[in-house]
């Protein structure tokens, strides 16, 4: 339950932060229906692998919401330290991000999905943490198209979404998510077609790191790396 765009009524192509629930509720779900300390401790770890020791690593975290993980990243500790974007498209969510404890240290900006304020290869890094399944499919591939564009050679993408139910309990956690965010843009990632949407965005090396369940179905943690 992510926010990916402005909050525009003439856009038909995101679902708000918290789906049809008012957008207060957005960080209590998320930590109700996600095992959210599990996942965002086991996806920072993923994040930071790797991470050079000379410079910064350069983390940008599309969809940031109200930056629940953008501030962790933010204050991990590495040997080179660490600088972390959050991007959004919605002011309100934004603010609610300029709040949170760690605030401070996170460089905060207002962009699309579809459009980042970056420039060509400037990032080490791409974080879509429960943004995927709030865009429509056109949206989603043009997300994961300009991920692309703004991480370096060898850098790497890092989602963490919706992936396919496997049994009868998971699935029916599913279509209650589904009901909160919407069948269109969620169905994709349900029927397992993510890594085919990272190939097609220009990524390799697929791997995927978790799959959770839980109270929304099952959870992945996959990565990926931009072709040289």
Request: with cysteine; proline share 5%.
């Amino acid at each position: 339950m992510k926010m990916l765009a402005r909050h525009d009524d003439e856009r038909a192509d995101y679902v708000r932060a918290a789906g049809r629930a008012p957008l207060a509720l957005y960080d209590p779900l998320v930590a109700v229906t996600t095992r959210e300390r599990l996942f965002r401790t086991r996806l920072l770890a993923q994040v930071l692998d790797g991470a050079p020791v000379e410079r910064p690593l350069e983390v940008v975290e599309i969809g940031c919401g109200t930056g629940s993980f953008t501030t962790m990243v933010a204050r991990a500790e590495t040997t080179g330290g660490v600088h972390a974007i959050g991007v959004d498209g919605d002011a309100e969510v934004l603010a609610r991000a300029h709040r949170k404890a760690g605030a401070a240290a996170v460089d905060w900006r207002e962009g699309l999905a579809d459009a980042l304020p970056l420039p060509d290869a400037s990032a080490d890094r791409v974080v879509m943490s429960l943004l995927l399944h709030h865009l429509s499919p056109a949206t989603q591939r043009a997300a994961l198209a300009e991920a692309r564009r703004v991480l370096r050679p060898g850098g790497r993408i890092h989602v963490a979404d919706w992936g396919p139910a496997r049994d009868p309990l998971m699935r029916l956690a599913f279509r209650g998510l589904q009901l909160l965010d919407g069948v269109e843009n969620t169905a994709p990632l349900g029927r397992g077609e993510l890594p085919a949407l990272l190939t097609d965005a220009g990524f390799e090396q697929h791997r995927l790191h978790d799959r959770l369940r839980t109270m929304g179905g099952v959870l992945e943690l996959r990565s990926a790396r931009r072709s040289a």
